[in-house]
């Protein structure tokens, strides 16, 4: 079974304060790729990371960091010093190179608070 | 910047009419999906173009729902009958190729409210 779960449905933070965002992902295949999307207010899905099941090295990008480990099929997202524009809903995903399928987690809201 | 361009952006129907959504890709893209995403959850696959066929429609309730892409460009998605269960918005999404490991591009949506 392919499966994508975001267990953490909402979560509120103050500015500047860190942030992780959780990401459990169930597989057979061994060639995938995991991905994170953000969808702001506006209702756009927007690509920000995607990592392939044969690299677990972690990435940084600015604010962003993501933790892929593969021993406990998790692919986390950290924001650092979160700021009031990062309000919006993020979104874990799964591409199985079997099915050519991309699968969404139910998404994680984020709110930022000044 | 090119864009997935949708239309309209906000549908109001009454239970058993018909509504269509429009959705045209980024230019070149020869795969085109149709997502559905209720509120609360995350989106979900309706159905996948690759040119103009049909590439995986298995989660499309065909009772009510078709989806064409006649030329290989633009798309429509059509309900008929709407019912109360199918508000939700509807996302179009294009990709270069079929096998594009899944880097989808998005379009901005159309929300459909069934009264």
């Known amino acids: 079974a392919q499966k994508v779960t975001q267990a953490q449905t909402e979560i509120s933070v103050v500015e500047k304060e860190d942030v992780t965002l959780d990401c459990v992902y169930e597989?057979?295949?061994?060639?995938?790729?995991l991905f994170w999307y953000k969808q702001p207010p506006s209702g756009e899905l927007v690509f920000l990371i995607r990592?392939?099941?044969?690299?677990?090295q972690n990435e940084i990008s600015g604010r962003y960091s993501w933790n892929f480990q593969k021993s406990t099929s998790s692919f986390n997202f950290t924001i650092t010093a979160s700021q009031v524009v990062d309000s919006a809903v993020y979104f874990c995903?799964?591409?199985?190179?079997?099915?050519?399928?991309?699968?969404f987690g139910s998404g994680t809201r984020l709110l930022v608070r000044p | 910047e090119a864009e997935v361009a949708q239309s309209p952006r906000y549908k109001i129907t009454e239970k058993s009419q018909a509504v269509a959504f429009w959705c045209d890709p980024i230019?070149?893209?020869?795969?085109l999906y149709w997502y559905r995403q209720i509120l609360g959850q995350g989106p979900e696959l309706l159905v996948q173009?690759?040119?103009?066929?049909?590439?995986?429609d298995s989660q499309l309730p065909k009772d009510r729902f078709s989806a064409e892409r006649l030329k290989g460009v633009d798309s429509t998605l059509k309900i008929q009958p709407a019912e109360l269960g199918d508000s939700a918005m509807y996302l179009c999404?294009?990709?270069?190729?079929?096998?594009?490991?899944?880097?989808?591009?998005f379009g901005e949506g159309s929300r459909l409210t069934v009264l």
């Open positions: 999404a294009s990709s270069p190729y079929y096998t594009n490991t899944g880097e989808l591009f």
């Open positions: 597989t057979r295949d061994t060639t995938y790729y």
């Open positions: 990592r392939n099941s044969f690299d677990e």
């Open positions: 995903a799964l591409w199985m190179d079997s099915s050519y399928k991309l699968i």
């Open positions: 230019s070149g893209h020869a795969t």
């Open positions: 173009f690759q040119d103009e066929s049909v590439v995986d």
